[in-house]
Nanobody, 123 residues
Framework: QVQLVESGGGLVQAGGSLRLSCAAS????????MGWFRQAPGKAREFVAA????????YYADSVKGRFTISRDNAKNTVYLQMNSLKPEDTAVYYC????????????????WGQGTQVTVSS
């Protein structure tokens, strides 16, 4: 039984910043890559960022490269997403999950999703 609890979302103006957190349980956290995904209204969930088990390698969608930074604290079973220079097109519900890293992206390892955290960027 995987548990994923996202937090840190909110309403910000374009150009602002937010830091999202995800507390994960149900697996040995440090054994797995982790990813952030987002879903905008009327659109499919998409990959945002991923980080390998140790934190030594990170991966980002082209749309967020240079603006977002993923990190993890294995001692706290928590993964973070620092989002800077936010744009209205970043508006979405953001989800975390255990991840399988692909060549230049990642997919969720499990079909279970938490409630996500809403990020709204106004113009």
């Amino acid at each position: 039984q995987v548990q994923l609890v996202e937090s840190g979302g909110g309403l910000v103006q374009a150009g602002g910043s937010l830091r999202l957190s995800c507390a994960a349980s149900g697996r040995t956290f440090s054994n797995y890559a982790m990813g952030w995904f987002r879903q905008a209204p009327g659109k499919a969930r998409e990959f945002v960022a991923a980080i390998n088990w140790s934190g030594g390698s990170t991966y980002y969608a082209d749309s967020v490269k240079g603006r977002f930074t993923i990190s993890r604290d294995n001692a706290k079973n928590t993964v973070y997403l620092q989002m800077n220079s936010l744009k209205p097109e970043d508006t979405a519900v953001y989800y975390c999950n255990f991840a399988k890293i692909l060549s230049d992206s990642a997919r969720n390892l499990y079909d279970y999703w938490g409630q996500g955290t809403q990020v709204t960027v106004s113009s």
